[in-house]
């Protein structure tokens, strides 16, 4: 099902209205299937990071548990959204982790659970209205930890790494995917999880280059911040 198709839907659903200032887009998701809730998760995944980078890239992100706010970014890139990137996105999903340690040592996903009720009718449609929450608390790692000192993450910036990979300029495609998880007489629970591309963040590399938006990559820039270093 071609996302055009639904567009008008969606506006109504995601409550979002077009605007270039805020890097909203509705692209053709490659791997759209039949199902509208699972497509529904998939834009609003990918629109919800960009929103996001957007707001990083002209300097409007709080850093950490200070009144400082991260310096505007001159090539911060907008994300794509990818299927392989999902498909291992959704093994990771399958796994139904509950607690993962953050490690510089083994990035490249990001992963989030909530319980769903046992009465719940349908789980599709319980993610597709939790998406934006699941994103946000990742990104708000950015502003409720120790901040980012000179865009250079350390070995001691383990807690950032949440917002540290939605936030990296090197990153320009992703995917994402859930699974319902039952275990027993326990609440089933949904694993959220985005697989991100890479390069992926790592210790003693800057998340991205400090700037005046766009001034990195000229005449591929798009929504006045973002970079566009990929088709769609």
């Known amino acids: 099902m071609a ?14 209205s077009l605007s270039h200032s ?8 490659p791997c759209s299937s039949n199902n509208l809730f699972y497509d529904l998760v ?5 629109q919800t990071h960009n929103i996001l980078r957007t707001q990083l890239a002209n300097g409007k992100q ?3 548990l200070t009144t400082e706010f991260f310096p505007m970014a001159s090539n911060m890139s907008l994300l794509k959204y990818d299927c392989e990137l999902e498909k291992i996105a959704r093994n990771i ?10 490690d510089f040592e ?24 939790s998406v934006n929450y699941l994103v946000k608390r990742w990104w708000y790692a950015g502003e409720i930890n120790a901040p980012l000192k000179n865009l250079t993450p350390t070995s001691k910036d383990t807690l950032l790494i949440p917002f540290l ?3 990296n300029a090197a990153t320009t495609s992703l995917g994402c995917a859930f699974t319902v998880c039952k275990n027993g007489g326990v ?12 390069p992926h963040v790592s210790v003693n590399v800057p998340i991205y280059k400090e700037g005046a938006p766009c001034s990195y990559c000229n005449n591929k820039c798009v929504f006045g911040s973002l970079c566009k270093y990929t088709s769609f």
């Open 3 to 16: 996302m055009r198709i639904i567009t008008g839907y969606l506006l109504v659903v995601l409550g979002f």
């Open 22 to 29: 805020q890097g909203i887009y509705y692209p053709e998701l």
């Open 42 to 46: 998939r834009l609003k995944a990918l």
């Open 62 to 64: 709080r850093n950490g």
């Open 93 to 102: 999903s399958k796994l139904c982790l509950k607690d993962s340690a953050h």
């Open 106 to 129: 083994h990035v490249g996903s990001n992963n989030a659970i909530f319980e769903l009720e046992y009465d719940s009718i349908s789980p599709e449609i319980d993610v597709s209205e």
């Open 165 to 167: 990979q939605m936030a």
């Open 187 to 198: 609440r089933p629970f949904v694993s959220f999880v985005c697989q991100y591309g890479e």
